[in-house]
């Protein structure tokens, strides 16, 4: 059985989160009236925080529904009770990623345009069918967990969804991975960086949400539980941590990316303050004391862990995503470069508020989705009873 | 009334004559510009247009082509990291002999162009005659094409427009760049750029057909040597540059 959220803190929370998805539009719609002239975006840095916001969005989709994966696909029982609530923060935090992606779009009036235009060379076009495949494996996965009379469809529908976010967070990787003429980009390595990342972020998300669902119904988490499920967030962050190095460290090796690497490891100004500082001490090394420690063994410790790995991944989107376009193109290797349209010149971005806010409102849109399935559908993860026998069985 | 008015006959078989000529006088016109495209016929895959741009000719300080494509095209010629600049000036330093170089870089109308692979609904697409353009009523403005471009080619109309030209049709909220004056291409004149450099005297630019062997820029590129920026990414640009 499915506990319920208490009622009122149902409506505290469908108010607030009703109301960052409400500031939210208000900047989409700000940025629709003047252009995009209010937001921190130019010619130079034409992907800016909405994208950090939406891809960590997606990208945690994705990783959120391993949670379902090692129950229904694994067989693992702990980690299928909790399938139907990683089934549906997937759907929340995509549907909040995409409201992002596409509000920060220059004609997002147009969504019916991207919607029967497809030029199948591109890798957006093929994310387009990805979001929309998720939502209905997902959907479905969730009916066949909530309907006994799907039963038998259950763990076919798993395997599906299991293997469609695996496409999908590639498809995510591939944005970027074909751009070939950015240094920051075009590597094969992406992907499955890409994968591991989500696989940290996802579970981030699942811990904080359950801990906190399990905090709001006065219930407490099995600690047996909370360790194995710590214990795999602390894998897929130092999984995270090894991807990210050897992008690095295989840039580095090349002598044409020694400039591009320099940038953001060493002399970029913030982005290298984001990378050492944000992602590798806050966002990895510090969740990891957290959770390998065993002087942090509560929920809280866990939940501070999770928190921080979320903020990490902000950080390295940040220093990915726009530290990847503020360093110049190399168009004429060999030579100083200078004009007025930012060659050979390190593009600078200052994030507007409303593009912020927009960001802001995703998260407030997968918030939302989440506090009202949770209540309605009856989500919240179970009341394990702590059994001695079961334990060897997670 | 029998006796006929010799002046009268003569005025009025001179205003025929005037009449008719000023019926036919565009068709001649048109057939002048032979170059020139009937409306409705579509672009030819036979044609190729490109250019090639003599950095040896280019003037340092010069930017006449820069004022030109301003002027054809309805832009405001601001230089903030948010205006559209569809050509730009790019001086040039060799690391290391020192030797200083001016060109002008402007979308350059590659033969697979990542612009167009990447756009998700077809908007970026080329024409058959080698010229990449961006549909104005289908692009959603996600601006992934600006980050496929190697050549930083493409800029985004960050705000509301007003006094557009009426051959250059741009929208708020999409992505433009040079279009090689494809409006005047397909009149039988030459770009913007290309006939302002000429009148600045330096002629730096010639544009043409690829595919005619007959054409002045083949003939050209078959005696002096010639490049493309970022060869090596294969995409075979319609821009080349001698002398760098």
Redesign the interface.
Known sequence: MYSKVEARNFYILVAASGLITGIGLVAAWLMEEHGHIITGMNNQIVWGIPHVFAIFMIVAASGVLNVASIGSVFGKSVYKARAPLSSLLSIALLAGGLTVLMLDLGRADRLMVAMTNYNLTSVFAWNVVLYSGLFSFAAIYLWTMMDPRMKPWNKPAAFAVFAWRIILTTGTGLIFAFLVARQAYGSALLPPMFIVMSFAWGLAVFHIVQSSLYAWNGKTLDPVILQRMKNLLGLFVIATLYFVATYHLTNLYFARQDGFERFILAGGGIFPWLFWAGYVLLGSFLPLVLIFHPAFDKTRHTVIASLLVIFGSFALLYVFIIGGQAYPLSIFPGYEVTSSFGDGQIASYSPSLPEFLLGLGGLGVAFLITTICVRVLGMAPPHDIPDRRKRDTF | MSAENPERRAFLGKASALAAGLAIAPGVLLFGFAHGRPAGEAASGKVRWGMLVDTNQCGNGCNDCVTACNKENGLSGG???????WI?????????GGRN?SLP?MCQHCEHP?C????????SFRRADGIVLVDKH???????C???????A???????LADQKPDVPR?????ESCTLCVHRVDRGEQPACVEACAKAGRGAILFGDLNDPESEISKRIRTVASAQ??AD?MLNPGIRYEG?
């Open positions: 230089t903030k990291a948010t205006d559209s600049q730009r000036k790019v001086e040039l330093k060799n690391m290391k170089l870089v990542p167009v692979d990447v756009c998700p609904t077809g908007a289908r692009c959603i403005g996600c601006r992934y600006m980050m496929a471009c190697p050549y930083k493409r800029s985004f109309v960050h705000e509301p929208g708020k909220g999409t992505v920026i970022r990414l760098i």
